[in-house]
């Protein structure tokens, strides 16, 4: 559900704050200039999601 992958990026180190919108599919996260992309998805994976990073960055798309 869109609270554990909330949670799951919130531990990510350089993650400040992210949002997930589960009906879009979509997670908007704000984050410092030490955010490892790959880290961030892999939590989503851990989550037992898969995501991929929109153009534009700061976004990424839930596949399930």
């Given at each position: 559900?869109?609270?554990?992958i909330?949670?799951?990026?919130?531990?990510?180190?350089g993650v400040?704050s992210a949002?997930?919108?589960?009906?879009?599919?979509?997670?908007?996260?704000?984050a410092s200039?030490?955010?490892?992309?790959g880290?961030?998805?892999?939590?989503?994976?851990?989550?037992?999601y898969?995501?991929?990073?929109?153009e534009?960055?700061g976004?990424?798309?839930?596949?399930?």
């Amino acid at each position: 559900c869109a609270v554990s992958i909330r949670e799951a990026l919130e531990k990510v180190p350089g993650v400040r704050s992210a949002s997930v919108d589960f009906d879009s599919g979509q997670a908007t996260v704000g984050a410092s200039a030490e955010l490892d992309a790959g880290a961030a998805l892999s939590a989503v994976a851990a989550a037992g999601y898969t995501a991929e990073l929109l153009e534009g960055g700061g976004h990424a798309k839930r596949r399930s």
